[in-house]
């Protein structure tokens, strides 16, 4: 019994190595199965590693591009929003002035159109003619109620002066000298 067992215990290690080269040659088997010649997809590979070399040099110029654009921004808050807020304070004093220069142009306006009011009545209550008729008209001799008429006109209407403003009052920086 006791050589049985001895037998049986070298059958057991026999057995091992077989099942061990077994092993090993279905392993070597299904690796070349698996990893498949190169020579074949030699073309193939060469393709897929330029185009893996393409996306990672894409990924490194976006990340480039990444870390451009936040640096970008930090100089915009940091540098460009200050820069753009003093201009914007600078333009609010701008717009102030432009706001009351239109004011100021208005004013001239309703000046200049009172004046031409006063001048239009002016015209016709002293009746206005040009030279030519003036002299005409005194040539010829006129029926004393013109005269009369034409005189009491005059005494009615009493000059005034218009009031007019002075631009020193607006414009005080004018005595200097310019910019």
Avoid: W
């Avoid at 393709?47 to 936040?70: A, C, H, N, P």
């Amino acid at each position: 019994s006791q050589s049985q067992s001895r037998a049986s215990g070298l059958g057991e290690a026999e057995d091992e190595d077989a099942s061990e080269a077994s092993l090993s040659a279905t392993a070597a088997a299904y690796s070349a199965y698996l990893l498949a010649d190169r020579s074949l997809f030699s073309e193939q590979i060469e393709s897929l590693d330029k185009s893996l070399e393409d996306l990672l040099t894409r990924v490194d110029e976006f990340v480039g591009m990444l870390d451009m654009i936040r640096s970008d921004s930090s100089q915009v808050v940091n540098e460009s929003i200050p820069q753009i807020y003093t201009k914007a304070t600078e333009m609010r004093q701008i717009y102030r002035k432009i706001d009351k220069l239109e004011a100021f142009v208005k004013m001239i306006g309703n000046s200049v159109a009172g004046l031409e009011e006063r001048v239009i009545k002016a015209e016709t209550d002293l009746g206005a003619f040009p030279s030519t008729f003036k002299k005409i008209l005194h040539t010829i001799s006129m029926p004393s109620f013109l005269n009369k008429s034409s005189s009491s006109r005059q005494q009615q209407t009493l000059y005034e002066p218009p009031v007019l403003f002075k631009t020193e009052d607006y414009f005080p920086c004018l005595n200097e000298a310019p910019y």
